[in-house]
């Protein structure tokens, strides 16, 4: 099997069985076993996507680039700029702008796709440690953006849309619908995770891959990622620290690809430990 990171650590991410959540009206993605993965899955828009479970890895001051912190009990959803602290941003040097350059390529079954990293804060014990993501928008924009507004607030059939107005912005991927309709054009999904699946705050807990030819190939773009947690609309609701969106420096494999998987079990060879192995950092957790 192909090891798509230099010097790294080759890890083998079987394909979890996903299920139907009939009370939520969303298609389950479960995250919550080590090394877990979707598999190629379609979003309501912007093509195919993959997340997986990031295997427990030590990561290293510089490496992992945070661009986007959110923070609140319950419900929280949130997006990067560097103009403003919009819903449940937390202010300060982690929430920013991102240019399309910064973000990593990484080539799966000669698809190539763009990859971010999710660490998520929960407390332990019990069910506490699960959180459900249950929307991701991905914006372009020639200028950083703070107008960002709701079109749709989370209830328990509704999933959070974020529109921009002024110009107005379509997202160029959008994970779920507005309405949760599984029978019918719209498809919603829960990616379920679990905190104490790792070593604490700092050690990631899932990465996202979008696919490449989503985005408009402009190097200097900003790149706007919308997402909320909890719930409603998802049953595992956030009750601890930030959750931390960022990217991994250096990873980018467009010349070598993740041979295609040719049966419903996909290996995943490195992707859960991806720009990861042999460095620390320690990340300490915010308060409310």
Same mark, same amino acid.
Request: charge should be negative.
């Given at each position: 099997?192909?090891?798509?990171?230099?010097?790294?650590?080759?890890?083998?991410?079987?394909?979890?069985?996903? $299920?139907?959540?009939?009370?939520?009206?969303? %298609?389950?993605?479960?995250?919550?076993?080590?090394?877990?993965?979707?598999?190629?899955?379609?979003? @309501?828009?912007?093509?195919? #996507? &993959?997340?997986? @479970?990031?295997?427990?890895? *030590?990561?290293?001051?510089?490496? =992992?680039?945070?661009?986007?912190?959110?923070?609140?009990?319950?419900?929280?959803?949130?997006?990067?700029?560097?103009?403003?602290?919009?819903?449940?941003?937390?202010?300060?040097?982690?929430?920013?702008?991102?240019?399309?350059?910064? &973000? *990593?390529?990484?080539? &799966? $079954?000669?698809?190539?796709?763009?990859?971010?990293?999710?660490? =998520?804060? @929960?407390?332990?014990?019990?069910?506490?440690?699960?959180?459900?993501?249950?929307?991701? @928008?991905?914006?372009?924009?020639?200028?950083?953006?703070?107008?960002?507004?709701?079109?749709?607030?989370?209830?328990?059939?509704?999933?959070?849309?974020?529109?921009?107005?002024?110009?107005?912005?379509?997202?160029?991927?959008?994970?779920?619908?507005?309405?949760?309709?599984?029978?019918?054009?719209?498809?919603?999904?829960?990616?379920?995770?679990?905190?104490?699946?790792?070593?604490?705050?700092?050690?990631?807990?899932?990465?996202?891959?979008?696919?490449?030819?989503?985005?408009?190939?402009?190097? %200097?773009?900003?790149?706007?990622? #919308?997402?909320?947690?909890?719930? *409603? *609309?998802?049953?595992?609701?956030?009750?601890?620290? #930030?959750?931390?969106?960022?990217?991994?420096?250096?990873?980018?494999?467009?010349?070598?690809?993740?041979?295609?998987?040719?049966?419903?079990?996909?290996?995943?060879?490195?992707?859960?430990?991806?720009?990861?192995?042999?460095?620390?950092?320690?990340?300490?957790?915010?308060?409310?």
């Amino acid at each position: 099997m192909l090891n798509i990171f230099r010097g790294g650590i080759a890890a083998a991410v079987a394909l979890l069985a996903i $299920g139907h959540s009939a009370t939520h009206a969303a %298609t389950l993605i479960d995250l919550t076993t080590a090394g877990a993965t979707s598999g190629i899955k379609t979003a @309501q828009s912007g093509g195919t #996507f &993959i997340v997986n @479970q990031v295997d427990n890895q *030590p990561t290293g001051t510089g490496v =992992i680039q945070p661009f986007l912190r959110i923070q609140e009990n319950g419900n929280e959803q949130g997006y990067n700029t560097s103009l403003s602290a919009p819903f449940d941003d937390k202010a300060g040097t982690w929430t920013h702008a991102l240019t399309l350059s910064a &973000i *990593p390529t990484v080539n &799966i $079954g000669g698809v190539l796709y763009r990859q971010f990293f999710l660490d =998520i804060n @929960q407390d332990t014990g019990g069910t506490d440690e699960f959180l459900s993501l249950n929307q991701i @928008q991905i914006f372009q924009s020639t200028g950083d953006r703070d107008d960002g507004t709701l079109s749709s607030s989370p209830t328990s059939t509704t999933n959070s849309v974020l529109q921009f107005t002024s110009p107005t912005l379509a997202p160029i991927f959008q994970l779920s619908a507005a309405a949760k309709n599984p029978t019918g054009s719209n498809v919603s999904y829960e990616i379920k995770m679990d905190y104490s699946l790792n070593s604490g705050s700092g050690s990631g807990d899932m990465f996202l891959y979008v696919r490449n030819d989503s985005f408009t190939q402009t190097p %200097t773009s900003n790149v706007i990622l #919308f997402s909320q947690f909890g719930t *409603p *609309p998802g049953p595992n609701f956030s009750n601890d620290g #930030f959750e931390e969106w960022a990217v991994i420096a250096g990873t980018s494999t467009a010349g070598n690809a993740v041979p295609e998987p040719a049966t419903l079990a996909m290996a995943f060879t490195g992707l859960g430990a991806l720009g990861l192995a042999g460095l620390r950092r320690r990340k300490a957790k915010a308060s409310a």
